[in-house]
């Protein structure tokens, strides 16, 4: 039981992380980026080709995942998302869609359609029981790690928003861009800062879960509506909210899956509908004042 909840806490961090940038750039820049899961994606590419190819070890390429796929949307964002920040949502949608598809067929067509394996260091694959019988707790040094590392990302993130002058002028900016900018804030450049950070993270977070999602050109689609789960039901508006609900959704997965196994994900999606039945806004957002 203990061993089935840690594995669920390590699956739930690891989405949270996942799911991080498309949370700031719908909660903050109100920008609903389906092509996330393409830069996460990329992420997970970048650690396994320069693991295979090149040799390095992998707590090398981890920040080489966040810094690449942080300067491919700082090269995005000028270049083509800035043209959509005021279009309707649907025009979002569709011209995110198109360039998930386009990922993945890039993918498809340089580097193939098959798996990609990964290989952890041996540090990384040992295991540590404490306890026995039903209170025995069984942590694998892997997701123990992956833990460490989402529970460090997700204070520093919110230092960064709540208590940061960067934090500030993003939220200025959110409110009130022209406004914003006759205070004298370079609000392109805080989008596009933000903007890359959120790609950064979905890269590192692509990285940290190749070993455990697997890794194929399919993978946007795969988890997408997960991230989108992950949004809907924490709500954007911080980053409590989504942390919250990665992890009651990946504990409800791991259960679901050992428990009743020929059920699949079907406990997610109903955990999903039951708590946006009560919560619409999500659970942690505030309904707006009429």
Sequence with gaps: MLTLLFDGIAYGMLLFVLSLGLAVTMGLMNFINLAHGAFAMAGGYIMVLLMQKAGWPFLACLPIAFAGTALAGAVLEPLLYRRMYGKPHLDQVLFSIGLTFMAIAAVDYFIGSSQQNVTLPDWLRQRFEFGAGAAMLGMGAYRLFIVVVCVVLALALQAVLTRSRFGSRLRAAVDDPRVAAGLGIPVNRVFLLTFAVGSGLAGL????????????????????????????????????????????LGIADVFGKYYVPKLGSFIVYVLMIAILLWRPQGLFTREARR
């Excluded at 795969?222 to 709500?235: D, E, R, T």
């Design 205 to 248: 977070g692509g990285a940290l879960g190749a070993d455990i999602f697997g890794l194929d050109p399919n993978f946007p689609l795969k988890y997408m509506v997960y991230f989108l789960i992950v949004c809907a039901v924490g709500g954007t508006s911080s980053i409590t909210g989504p942390l919250v609900a990665a992890l009651v």
